[in-house]
């Protein structure tokens, strides 16, 4: 006869596992809401580098025409659906049904992201050939890339870099000496972040994340166009009493687009000096 009988206590919490649950980049691109169609057209007009002129002899002043590019985006519909039967729910630890919810939200958040990366993507300036590592030698040069492509470097120019990418930048002192920044950006290292008059952000989903060919970005607002439906993102939940099924569907309409290649440059990035060892 055995002298104990261990009882086994299961936390009634949940505990979130680690994933990407939360859209960070269509505040940085042009996004427009769609109320019916497929597609979503954007008009890109410049004056075709046009220069001054003077009054022509007849005494009259030369006109011109607008240069316009259309810029089609395909928008398509993403879903996803976490379901659970009746009973499974009632045999699980925790609150299943708001994990369903949870769990769901955070695949098609997720996906706005992938589809805006994606566009990023489709860029073709490169500030270097060979993978390095950030430093303010190079951030600078995606910003002069940017210039020299007439693109305003202001307040809508976004750095978007990996995990890696950020402890490179945080390793340097016009990063983080009071010399040169007013905060002091290691007491609480944020992972959005002003610096050389943009914005920063670090995001784990960028092509390559934590291996030596990285792809990091430095792009204007401008550049990239985000379209969804004007409902937005739609969060349902249900039960399915023919099943005795508990669901959770997170659907959304929208899609992303390169609309002026000169408005971003892409790095190539050596990430692989922070990844883990076995």
Same mark, same amino acid.
């Given at each position: 006869?055995?002298?104990?009988?261990?009882?086994?206590? #299961?936390?009634?919490?949940?505990?979130?596992?680690?994933?990407?649950?939360?859209?960070?980049?269509?505040?940085?691109?042009?996004?427009?809401?769609?109320?019916?169609?497929? =597609?979503?057209?954007?008009?890109?007009?410049?004056?075709?580098?046009?220069?001054?002129?003077?009054?022509?002899? %007849?005494?009259?002043?030369?006109?011109?025409?607008?240069?316009?590019?259309?810029?089609?985006?395909?928008?398509?519909?993403?879903?996803?659906?976490?379901?659970?039967?009746?009973? %499974?729910?009632?045999?699980?630890?925790?609150?299943?049904?708001?994990?369903?919810?949870?769990?769901?939200?955070?695949?098609?958040?997720?996906?706005?992201?992938?589809?805006?990366?994606?566009?990023?993507?489709?860029?073709?300036?490169?500030?270097? &050939?060979?993978?390095? =590592?950030?430093?303010?030698?190079?951030?600078?040069?995606?910003? &002069? +890339?940017?210039?020299?492509?007439?693109?305003?470097?202001?307040?809508?120019?976004?750095?978007?870099?990996?995990?890696?990418?950020?402890?490179?930048?945080?390793?340097?002192?016009?990063?983080?000496?009071?010399? #040169?920044?007013?905060?002091?950006?290691?007491?609480?290292?944020?992972?959005?972040?002003?610096?050389? !008059?943009?914005?920063?952000?670090?995001?784990?989903?960028?092509?390559?994340?934590? =291996?030596?060919?990285?792809?990091? #970005?430095?792009?204007?607002?401008?550049?990239?166009?985000? !379209?969804?439906?004007?409902?937005? +993102?739609?969060?349902?939940?249900? #039960?399915?009493?023919?099943?005795?099924?508990?669901?959770?569907? =997170?659907?959304?309409y929208g899609g992303a687009k390169l609309l002026q290649n000169t408005g971003v440059v892409c790095i190539r990035h050596d990430g692989s000096g922070f990844a883990a060892t076995a």
């Amino acid at each position: 006869m055995a002298e104990t009988a261990f009882q086994a206590l #299961y936390d009634s919490e949940l505990i979130a596992g680690y994933e990407r649950n939360q859209s960070v980049l269509r505040q940085t691109c042009t996004t427009r809401g769609v109320v019916k169609g497929n =597609t979503f057209v954007f008009d890109i007009v410049d004056s075709g580098s046009a220069s001054a002129v003077t009054r022509g002899v %007849n005494g009259e002043i030369p006109g011109r025409a607008n240069s316009q590019a259309q810029v089609t985006l395909q928008m398509a519909e993403w879903h996803d659906r976490a379901e659970m039967t009746g009973f %499974n729910i009632f045999a699980s630890q925790g609150d299943q049904r708001a994990a369903l919810q949870r769990t769901s939200m955070g695949v098609i958040n997720r996906k706005v992201d992938d589809l805006i990366i994606a566009a990023l993507g489709d860029g073709t300036q490169f500030a270097g &050939v060979a993978a390095a =590592t950030l430093d303010m030698s190079l951030a600078m040069r995606a910003l &002069v +890339i940017l210039g020299n492509g007439n693109v305003p470097t202001g307040n809508d120019v976004v750095g978007l870099i990996s995990p890696a990418a950020w402890g490179y930048l945080l390793q340097q002192k016009e990063v983080t000496s009071k010399d #040169y920044v007013d905060t002091s950006m290691l007491v609480s290292a944020p992972k959005m972040f002003r610096w050389l !008059g943009m914005e920063w952000i670090v995001h784990s989903g960028l092509p390559g994340n934590g =291996t030596a060919s990285e792809e990091i #970005y430095v792009y204007h607002k401008a550049a990239i166009g985000s !379209g969804m439906n004007t409902v937005g +993102i739609q969060s349902p939940v249900g #039960y399915d009493d023919k099943h005795d099924m508990s669901w959770a569907r =997170t659907s959304f309409y929208g899609g992303a687009k390169l609309l002026q290649n000169t408005g971003v440059v892409c790095i190539r990035h050596d990430g692989s000096g922070f990844a883990a060892t076995a």
